[in-house]
C-alpha cells in the first residue's frame, strides 16, 4: 500500500502525452442553418491531449480557469489548463486505499461545481456522491445509501437550481455488472438528494440510467440511457418540490446506433439557450430544446461526456482516450 501511494505521488507531477499543437480533427455535420449560431461555420475539433484509460465528466471550474475530468478506471482525475496541458489533480481521486476486488472503476465519474466553488462528484469507487474542497482536497460523503443499502457505482450528476443533486447508478463500477457480489440494491436508479441530505429514488425503471442534466430554469431534467435495447434520452418535468411530474421520451438513438456508429447515449449538457448536448451514437448531437436535430460533432471514437468551457465559448469532450474541444457562440 505504501508503494503504491509513492507511485501515485510521482504520478501527480508527470503530464499527460499533450498534442504538442493542438490541430484541427474530427468534423462538425450541419443539419440544419439554425445550428450556426451556436457553432460558427469555421469550428473545427481539437485534440488537446492523449493517453488516457477511459476520460469521462468534464467540468469547468471559473475560480481556477481550468478544466477537470476524470479516468474512472485509473482512479485519476486530471486537470487542463491552457498551456500547460493535463496533468494528475487527484490521485487516488476515488476510492482510497487497496481497491476491492469485484471493482472495475474505482475513480471519480461525473464531476460538476456547485456555487461555493467545491467538486461534487460521482464517486463510482467509493460508491457515494462526494463533496471536495479544491484548495484541501478535503472529501466529504454526502450520500452513500439508499433505504440502508449501499449504491452500486454513481455515475453522473447535476446541480439544480433549488440546490438539488440528481445522479444516476448504474452497475458500470461493477466487474459484473448487475451480478456482482457487491451488489446491494435490486434497481439501477436516479435519485435526487436534497440540500438537506434526504435521498430519494425518482425512477428505477430503466436498465442503464447514465448521463443527467438539467434546464436552466429547473423545470426539465435529461437522463441518458446507456442501453443498447433502448438507447433513449429522456425529459422529466420537474415540479416545485424537485419531483418529476412525468416524462416523455426526448430523443431515440437507434437508427445511428444500428449504421454501427461508435457509442451510447452518455453524457449531456444543457446551455443557457436551452439547446440540449448530448452524447450518442456518432458523437455530440445538438438539438433545439424541442429537440429538433440541429448538427453532430464527431471525433471518430465514443464520446462519453462533455461541459461548456470558460463564458460558454467552447465545448470540451472527453473521447474515449482523448480530450478535445470545438467553439462554440453560445
Excluded at 493535463?86 to 476510492?95: D, N, Q, R, T
Excluded at 456547485?114 to 482536497?137: C, E, F, M, P, Y
Excluded at 440528481?166 to 457480489?181: E, L, N, Q, V, W
Amino acid at each position: 500500500m505504501i508503494a503504491r501511494r509513492t507511485l501515485l505521488a510521482g504520478l501527480a507531477s508527470l503530464p499527460v502525452a499533450a498534442m504538442a499543437a493542438p490541430a484541427p480533427a474530427g468534423f462538425v455535420k450541419r443539419l440544419s442553418p439554425k445550428l450556426d449560431a451556436i457553432l460558427p461555420p469555421s469550428a473545427t475539433v481539437e485534440f488537446l491531449a492523449e493517453g488516457f484509460r477511459w476520460a469521462e465528466g468534464p467540468v469547468w471550474v471559473p475560480q481556477g480557469d481550468y478544466l477537470l475530468f476524470s479516468d474512472p478506471p485509473a482512479n485519476i482525475v486530471y486537470r487542463w489548463r491552457q498551456g500547460e496541458g493535463a496533468k494528475p489533480f487527484l490521485s487516488p481521486a476515488g476510492f482510497q486505499g487497496v481497491i476491492p476486488v469485484g471493482v472495475r472503476e474505482a475513480g471519480l465519474n461525473g464531476l460538476t461545481i456547485d456555487k461555493k466553488g467545491a467538486l461534487i462528484a460521482a464517486d463510482s469507487g467509493t460508491r457515494a456522491i462526494v463533496h471536495i474542497d479544491l484548495r484541501t482536497r478535503k472529501r466529504t460523503i454526502l450520500a452513500d445509501r439508499f433505504d440502508g443499502k449501499r449504491f452500486n457505482s454513481p455515475n453522473d450528476l447535476c446541480i439544480a437550481p433549488s440546490g438539488i443533486i440528481y445522479f444516476t447508478d448504474p452497475p458500470y463500477g461493477f466487474t459484473d455488472g448487475d451480478k456482482s457480489a457487491l451488489r446491494e440494491l435490486p434497481h439501477n436508479g436516479l435519485y435526487m438528494l436534497s440540500p438537506d441530505g434526504k435521498v430519494t429514488l425518482i425512477d428505477d425503471t430503466h436498465r442503464r440510467p447514465n448521463g443527467v442534466a438539467i434546464a436552466p430554469d429547473g423545470r426539465t431534467l435529461y437522463l441518458a440511457l446507456s442501453d443498447e435495447k433502448q438507447p433513449e434520452v429522456r425529459a422529466y418535468a420537474i415540479g416545485a418540490d424537485g419531483r418529476p411530474t412525468g416524462q416523455r421520451l426526448f430523443h431515440d438513438f437507434s437508427a445511428a446506433l444500428a449504421q454501427g456508429q461508435p457509442g451510447l447515449p452518455d453524457g449531456i449538457k444543457v446551455a443557457r439557450s436551452g439547446h440540449v448536448f448530448a452524447t450518442g451514437p456518432g458523437g455530440v448531437h445538438i438539438f433545439t430544446p424541442e429537440g429538433d436535430a440541429l448538427g453532430l460533432i464527431g471525433t471518430g471514437k465514443a464520446v462519453a461526456n462533455i461541459c461548456f468551457g470558460k463564458d460558454g465559448a467552447s465545448l470540451f469532450l472527453t473521447a474515449s482516450d482523448r480530450l478535445a474541444r470545438v467553439s462554440l457562440r453560445v
